[in-house]
């Protein structure tokens, strides 16, 4: 559940809790809506605990290049 839905269901459960005055026989929508507000904030919150453990990061040192090893041939002293 991203951070999107959870604010969707936020919404529409306070739209239920607070804004609807409709009764039906076998559900209290005022409890649905509280439930959904619930469902809503704790999927907000493990979304957002996830999220923060994704963004630790390690800094990793960069190697350095490869060292290539060679000769020159130069001439030595004056032989005498």
């Known amino acids: ?3 999107g839905v959870s604010i969707f269901l936020i919404a529409v459960g306070a739209l239920l809790a607070f804004a609807v005055d409709y009764q ?3 559900l209290d929508i005022t409890v649905a809506g509280w439930v959904l507000m619930a469902v809503g904030a704790l ?6 605990l996830l999220w923060s453990r994704r963004r630790s990061r390690v800094l990793v040192e960069p190697e350095p290049p490869p060292r290539v090893r060679g ?6 002293p004056p032989v005498p």
């Open 1 to 3: 559940m991203g951070i």
């Open 24 to 26: 039906l026989g076998w």
């Open 43 to 48: 999927g907000l919150l493990l979304t957002l």
């Open 71 to 76: 000769y020159r041939d130069e001439p030595g």
